[in-house]
């Protein structure tokens, strides 16, 4: 399927159901291509909720009064151990714009890093935020795998309102930096937030321009206190559509099919558009947060490897192993992307 940015457009914006159907049929056929029935787990530690920025969309924007935490070095690399032992992948550190490890020059997070990557023996991801090109080449020195950072939108205006006095193009540069540095790249899109069609088909055409590895789309949900409380979340068939789009696009890309916005129930959907990497896998009962819903299934214990797995061979499907994993990020980083 050829996909040009009139082909997106159309696609992003057919009812026709035989149209959608051969949509997600041609992902999953582009998935089994390149990964035959074997899907990626990643385990979440979203370590602080306390950040500097104010980005409409987030319930973790500063001025949202609401309680917080930062878990302790010793919480982190526990939770971590509990993940991998539960059978994921790849430990994702996630935090909001914290200062106080941007005042201490990130000693703190560098350290758990190694930890964890000693202790468990699997790769990690960052998802920091904007930091400086010292910082990220720390992390890269530190053996961090992955860098995530999500600009949401690829239209300039649409990201002045989203994410409040920041900059595009320093958000950019941090991303592209961090992958000359050697680390693997994510950018992700948010699917509500007031973008058209065309402005997704650009989104679509800047990630594979920049040469991300991993590729994520997330519907917008609202957050009490925030600005867009008011605002309505999209129909899901937005983001399943984004999901099968960037698998054609990209056959060798990484796209999350995130526990983060409908739970475990929202698993089946996104796996059926093309997704291969089930990400914000939570260990129960440890008082973490999520990102997008900071309480959607996290306590109950139904966001685990043992209940996505369950999913997964219902579709005929088979959760990858930590070895298959690092063997493919390891061509991934071989990659000239
Ligand atoms: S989206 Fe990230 S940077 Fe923006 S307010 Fe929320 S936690 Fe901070």
């Given at each position: 399927?050829?996909?040009?940015?009139e082909?997106?457009?159309e696609?992003?914006?057919?009812k026709d159901?035989k149209?959608?159907?051969?949509?997600?049929?041609?992902?999953r056929?582009?998935r089994?291509?390149?990964?035959g029935n074997?899907?990626?787990?990643?385990?979440?530690?979203?370590?602080?909720?306390?950040?500097?920025?104010d980005?409409?969309?987030?319930?973790?924007?500063?001025?949202?009064q609401i309680?917080?935490?930062?878990?302790?070095?010793?919480?982190?690399?526990?939770?971590s151990?509990?993940?991998?032992?539960?059978g994921?992948?790849?430990?994702?550190?996630?935090?909001?714009?914290?200062?106080?490890?941007?005042?201490?020059?990130f000693?703190?997070?560098?350290?758990?890093?190694r930890?964890?990557?000693e202790t468990?023996?699997?790769?990690?991801m960052?998802?920091?935020?904007v930091?400086s090109d010292?910082?990220?080449k720390?992390f890269a020195?530190?053996?961090?795998?992955?860098?995530?950072?999500?600009?949401?939108?690829?239209?300039?205006d649409?990201?002045?309102?989203?994410r409040?006095?920041q900059?595009?193009?320093?958000?950019?540069?941090?991303?592209?930096?961090?992958?000359?540095?050697?680390?693997?790249?994510?950018?992700?899109?948010?699917?509500?937030?007031?973008?058209?069609s065309?402005?997704?088909?650009?989104?679509?055409?800047?990630?594979?321009?920049?040469?991300a590895?991993q590729?994520?789309?997330?519907?917008?949900?609202?957050q009490a206190g925030?600005?867009?409380?008011?605002?309505?979340?999209?129909?899901?068939?937005?983001?399943?559509k984004?999901?099968?789009?960037?698998?054609?696009?990209?056959?060798?890309a990484?796209?999350?099919?995130?526990?983060?916005v409908?739970?475990?129930?929202?698993?089946?959907?996104?796996?059926?558009?093309?997704?291969?990497?089930?990400?914000?896998i939570?260990?129960?009962?440890?008082?973490?947060?999520?990102?997008a819903?900071?309480s959607?299934?996290?306590?109950?214990?139904?966001?685990?490897?043992?209940?996505?797995?369950k999913?997964?061979?219902?579709l005929?499907?088979q959760?990858?192993?930590?070895?298959e994993?690092q063997?493919?990020?390891?061509?991934?980083?071989?990659?000239k992307?």
């Amino acid at each position: 399927m050829e996909l040009t940015k009139e082909k997106i457009v159309e696609l992003l914006e057919t009812k026709d159901d035989k149209q959608i159907e051969a949509l997600f049929a041609e992902a999953r056929r582009v998935r089994e291509q390149q990964f035959g029935n074997k899907i990626f787990l990643y385990g979440f530690v979203y370590f602080s909720t306390w950040c500097r920025n104010d980005c409409t969309f987030c319930y973790y924007r500063k001025s949202n009064q609401i309680e917080r935490y930062r878990k302790t070095p010793e919480e982190i690399l526990r939770l971590s151990q509990e993940l991998a032992e539960s059978g994921v992948h790849l430990i994702d550190l996630t935090m909001g714009e914290d200062l106080s490890y941007h005042e201490e020059d990130f000693e703190t997070v560098l350290s758990i890093i190694r930890s964890i990557k000693e202790t468990t023996g699997l790769p990690v991801m960052i998802s920091p935020g904007v930091v400086s090109d010292q910082q990220i080449k720390a992390f890269a020195e530190a053996g961090t795998d992955w860098y995530a950072l999500y600009q949401e939108t690829h239209n300039r205006d649409l990201f002045a309102k989203l994410r409040l006095d920041q900059d595009y193009d320093e958000r950019m540069h941090a991303k592209l930096y961090a992958k000359e540095q050697g680390m693997l790249i994510e950018e992700g899109l948010m699917s509500g937030v007031g973008e058209n069609s065309e402005d997704i088909a650009h989104s679509l055409m800047e990630m594979g321009r920049i040469g991300a590895s991993q590729v994520r789309v997330m519907s917008f949900v609202p957050q009490a206190g925030s600005p867009m409380e008011h605002v309505k979340t999209p129909d899901r068939m937005l983001e399943m559509k984004i999901i099968a789009l960037m698998r054609i696009l990209y056959p060798w890309a990484l796209i999350p099919t995130s526990l983060d916005v409908d739970g475990i129930a929202g698993l089946e959907a996104r796996v059926n558009a093309g997704g291969n990497v089930v990400t914000s896998i939570i260990p129960p009962r440890t008082g973490l947060a999520g990102v997008a819903q900071n309480s959607m299934d996290v306590d109950d214990g139904s966001r685990t490897v043992a209940e996505a797995e369950k999913i997964l061979e219902s579709l005929g499907l088979q959760a990858a192993t930590a070895e298959e994993y690092q063997k493919y990020i390891g061509e991934l980083k071989c990659r000239k992307l």
